[in-house]
């Protein structure tokens, strides 16, 4: 079992930046592969950015933009999002992936409680 908590939202104006953190606990942490998704309000839940122990894979909306990166030795993963614009306001999560395809949501076991994004026009 796995415990992630992301941090690192808030409200920034756009072309702005920001770093989300997710801090995960429970599990070995350098062999897992992990994912962000975010979700604005009714929508589906959106793929982003995955990393495995070598590689790293984008979503074409986000690529360019955001980076996806981990620190094995302090457990956390992180994804710097650059060049923000309002249609990225949404929450955003991190999650374990399980297996089978990365880009679907239905593929990842444990998820955060999700950190809130607002980027103003």
């Known amino acids: 079992q796995v415990q992630l908590v992301e941090s690192g939202g808030g409200l920034v104006q756009a072309g702005g930046s920001l770093r989300l953190s997710c801090a995960a606990s429970?599990?070995?942490?350098?062999?897992?592969?992990l994912g962000w998704f975010r979700q604005a309000p009714g929508k589906e839940r959106e793929f982003l950015a995955t990393?495995?122990?070598?590689?790293?894979y984008y979503a074409d909306s986000v690529k360019g933009r955001f980076t996806i990166s981990r620190d094995n030795a302090n457990n956390m993963l992180y994804l710097q999002l650059n060049s923000l614009k309002p249609e990225d306001t949404a929450v955003y999560y991190c999650?374990?992936?399980?297996?089978?395809?990365?880009?679907?949501?239905?593929?990842?076991?444990?998820w955060g409680q999700g950190t809130q994004v607002t980027v103003s026009s």
């Open positions: 999650a374990t992936h399980r297996l089978g395809i990365y880009t679907t949501s239905r593929n990842y076991d444990y």
């Open positions: 990393i495995t122990t070598t590689d790293s």
């Open positions: 429970g599990q070995t942490f350098s062999r897992l592969t």
